[in-house]
């Protein structure tokens, strides 16, 4: 008897349950206008040629010896499995990186999976480089650029987006690319003009390049290329080579029910509701491209001397903007552990942890790293203050989820949302 009825169980709940989920899923998809990502991606033209070649080329760095991959590695989910990166004078890859002459920088190195959807108009942690597509104009930390009125229009001219225009910055930075003044000539360049005009020099210098730009970009001339180029080919090759648009929650997307496990049709339901999530990882590419306090710990050197980091605050002077970052896109993002901008949750479950219980999360963090080649301090000094200014949409008092809940949020992200083989 017991046994017909577990049969009978099987045979007429399951697939019914399976169904109810399917239902309630799919009106909450409608409900938020979730829709499938475009899949055209460019991976053979010229231009594509072009950044993937930057993209890996140690010349971008005045000692050559990093490029932006080291950071940003494909096999590492397009980040360097650190929490935070060692640059420049740094010695090998991910996890085995060892301190070398490097120093260790501030932030977390995102993952770069759909940037080309959300870097579109603002890029870095802390949207400090931004592009407005309806002017045409640029906010960056370089003023020549920015603006209606550039002072070197040619360089604003050459970029499209946000993206573009964030490229630029990785090598005029001492610790990440450029090297300390005295050891080359562009770490000892007196403006950052200057240092993209060196740049840019050594890169057209070989004919390989040249050979490349010409075939990029009809009719243009070694002395007519700038550092903008170099940003828009960079760009280029970010936004197709790390385009994710065919994970099993994009399939079920396009239809296909037996696309997602049961557990991450759960998760994904909880993510839509009772999770939150929803509230700033919104629409198609789970972002709302806005900035947001959810109070992670902060660890490391900080930006600021005393190991913390205002984020948004930096950049607009507001109060409100204290401790604000981008909400990161999701595709993808099992890959590119460790998490948040200062690289202080280990894992995927620690995160969805944290919006759990963000005073707990905060108050007995335990990093728990082991033999990272640096000692990794906690700003326990500002905890309070940026705890006290959490974003309202993560409860203070933290979100009702059991165990296994949470343990359904992490399999809708490390399932659903993860494109094997890219
Ligand atoms: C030393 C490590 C390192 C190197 C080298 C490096 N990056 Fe990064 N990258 C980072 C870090 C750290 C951040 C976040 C900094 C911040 O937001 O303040 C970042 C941010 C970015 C972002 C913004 C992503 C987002 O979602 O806002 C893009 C795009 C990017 N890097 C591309 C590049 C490119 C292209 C290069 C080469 C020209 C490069 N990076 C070189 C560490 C590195
Ligand atoms: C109030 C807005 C908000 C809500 C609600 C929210 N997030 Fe976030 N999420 C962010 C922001 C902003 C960051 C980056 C913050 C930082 O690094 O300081 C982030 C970071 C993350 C990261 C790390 C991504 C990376 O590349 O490092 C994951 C994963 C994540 N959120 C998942 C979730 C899940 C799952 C939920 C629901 C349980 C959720 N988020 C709720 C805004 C939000």
């Known amino acids: 008897m017991k046994n017909l009825i577990i049969l009978l169980t099987l045979v007429f709940v399951t697939p019914l349950i399976a169904q109810d989920l399917d239902t309630e899923l799919r009106a909450l998809l409608k409900t938020h206008s979730i829709e499938p990502l475009k899949k055209e ?48 004078g740094g010695e090998g890859i991910g996890t085995n990186r060892r301190m070398g002459t490097g120093a260790v920088i501030p932030r977390n190195a995102p993952h770069l999976f759909n940037s080309g959807l959300s870097n579109k108009e603002v890029s870095f942690w802390d949207g ?51 090297g300390q003044p005295g050891s080359n000539e562009i770490a000892d360049a007196k403006t950052n003009i200057e240092a993209w005009d ?15 730009f010409k075939k990029a970009i009809p009719g243009i001339s070694k002395d007519k290329i700038n550092f903008g180029h170099i940003g828009e080919a960079l760009a280029h090759f ?29 998760g994904a339901i909880l993510f839509y509701t009772k999770a939150k999530c929803v509230e700033c990882h919104s629409g198609n ?14 660890v490391g050197p900080g930006k600021e001397a005393d190991g913390n980091d205002k984020g948004l605050y930096a950049v607009t002077g507001k109060e409100e903007d204290l401790y604000k970052f981008k909400t990161p896109g999701l595709r993808n993002v099992s890959k590119s552990a460790p998490y948040g901008h200062s690289g202080s949750l280990k894992t995927l479950l620690r995160v969805v942890q944290h919006y759990q219980m ?29 705890l006290r200014r959490l974003d309202p949409l993560v409860p203070r008092m933290g979100l009702p989820l059991d165990g296994m809940e949470m343990q359904d949020i992490v399999t809708f992200m490390e399932e659903g949302l993860t494109q094997q083989g890219m």
């Open 358 to 386: 963000p005073m707990r999360s905060n108050h007995h963090y335990e990093g728990g790293y082991r033999n990272l080649p640096y000692a990794l301090e906690v700003d326990w000094k500002n905890m309070n203050d940026r």
């Open 285 to 298: 590419n789970f972002t709302d491209n806005k900035f947001h306090n959810i109070a992670i710990p902060q």
């Open 198 to 212: 060196l740049l840019t020099e050594r890169i057209t210098d070989d004919q390989v390049y040249m050979d490349l």
């Open 128 to 178: 400090r480089v931004s592009y407005d597509p309806l002017t045409k104009t640029f906010q960056t930390p370089e003023p020549a650029i920015n603006g209606a009125n550039p002072t070197r229009p040619e360089i604003a001219k050459a970029l499209s987006s946000a993206l573009a225009a964030q490229a630029m910055f990785p090598p005029l930075s001492h610790e990440e690319m450029r």
């Open 41 to 88: 991606r460019d991976l053979t033209s010229p231009l594509f040629d072009l950044g993937h070649r930057l993209f890996v080329d140690n010349r971008l760095s005045g000692n050559n010896n990093i490029s932006c991959r080291d950071c940003h590695h494909p096999m590492l989910g397009t980040s360097d499995s650190l929490p935070l990166p060692i640059g420049e």
């Open 238 to 266: 970010q936004a197709n080579r790390f385009a994710v648009t065919n994970t099993p929650f994009d399939k079920y997307l396009a239809g296909d029910n037996s696309a997602m496990s049961d557990a991450a049709k759960r």
